[in-house]
C-alpha cells in the first residue's frame, strides 16, 4: 500500500517570494513516479511537476523544482518567484503504473 | 481540444435518485479512473478500467456501478442517492503502456444530493 503525506494543510507567501512545500510518502513498489498536481478555484486538476524515482536528479519546469530525497522517502515542491496565479491547493501523489496515491493536500495563499 | 471531458458539470438532485456521469478521453489512452474529492479536498480513487476491464475497485458501495463501453468512455451510475454521496466526481486517464504514469483530469463533477 502506498502512502502520501502533506504535514502543512495552509501555507502563505508573498508574491515573488519563494515557497517549499513539503511531502513524505511511503511505498513498496520499486518503480514509481511521484508527481504534484495543482487544484485551483475552477477545480481543475493540473499536473505541475513530475519525477522518475529511478533519477537522481531534480525535476524542473520553469518556475517549479523539486527536491526529491528518496532515501528519507522526501519530495518537497519549491516554488519560485511566486505569482498570484499561483495561488491553489496542491497535491503531492505516488503512483505506479496502476494507481496513484494522493496527499490531503496544501492549500497555498499568495499574497499581494 | 478538450483531453478529459466529463458531463454534467454540476448535478442537483434528491435523495433515493439514480444518476449517471460520462466521461470522454480523447487521449488515446488505455486505461481510465474515478475519483470522489470529499468536502476537504481528499481524493480518493474509486474505480480504474484498463482496456474496458475493472483493475481497481476500492471500498465504494455497491451502489455505484462504473461502465465502460470502449476505452474512451467511462461513466458512473450511482443508485438511491445518499446525501454523503455529495462530493466532486473526477474522472482520469493514463496510459499504462507509456512510461509515465501521469494522469490526466476532467473538469470534475460538482454532485449535491438534497
Known amino acids: 500500500a502506498q502512502t502520501v503525506t502533506q504535514s502543512q494543510p495552509e501555507m502563505s507567501v508573498q508574491e515573488a517570494e519563494t515557497v517549499t512545500l513539503s511531502c513524505t510518502y511511503d511505498?513498496?513498489?520499486?518503480?514509481?513516479?511521484l508527481f504534484w498536481y495543482k487544484q485551483p478555484p475552477s477545480r481543475q486538476m493540473i499536473l505541475v511537476i513530475r519525477?522518475?524515482?529511478?533519477?537522481?536528479q531534480n525535476a524542473t519546469e520553469n518556475r517549479f523544482s523539486v527536491n526529491f530525497q528518496k532515501a528519507a522517502k522526501s519530495f518537497s515542491l519549491k516554488i519560485s518567484d511566486s505569482q498570484l496565479g499561483d495561488a491553489a491547493m496542491y497535491f503531492c501523489?505516488?503512483?505506479?503504473?496502476?494507481?496513484?496515491?494522493f496527499g490531503s493536500g496544501t492549500q497555498l495563499t499568495v499574497l499581494p | 481540444d478538450t483531453a478529459v471531458s466529463q458531463t454534467p458539470k454540476y448535478l442537483v438532485t434528491q435523495m433515493g435518485n439514480d444518476k449517471s456521469i460520462k466521461c470522454e478521453q480523447n487521449?488515446?489512452?488505455?486505461?481510465m479512473y474515478w475519483y470522489k474529492q470529499d468536502s476537504k479536498k481528499f481524493l480518493k480513487i474509486m474505480f480504474s478500467?484498463?482496456?474496458?476491464?475493472?483493475?481497481i475497485n476500492e471500498t465504494v458501495p455497491n451502489r455505484f456501478s462504473p461502465k465502460s463501453p470502449d476505452k474512451a468512455h467511462l461513466n458512473l451510475h450511482i443508485n438511491s442517492l445518499e446525501l454523503g454521496d455529495s462530493a466532486v466526481y473526477f474522472c482520469?486517464?493514463?496510459?499504462?503502456?507509456?512510461?509515465?504514469?501521469?494522469?490526466?483530469f476532467g473538469p470534475g463533477t460538482r454532485l449535491t444530493v438534497t
Open positions: 501523489a505516488s503512483g505506479s503504473a496502476r494507481q496513484l496515491t
Open positions: 511505498t513498496s513498489e520499486s518503480d514509481y513516479y
Open positions: 519525477q522518475e524515482a529511478y533519477k537522481q
Open positions: 487521449l488515446g489512452h488505455d486505461t
Open positions: 478500467y484498463n482496456n474496458k476491464e475493472l483493475i
Open positions: 482520469a486517464s493514463s496510459s499504462l503502456a507509456g512510461e509515465t504514469y501521469e494522469q490526466y
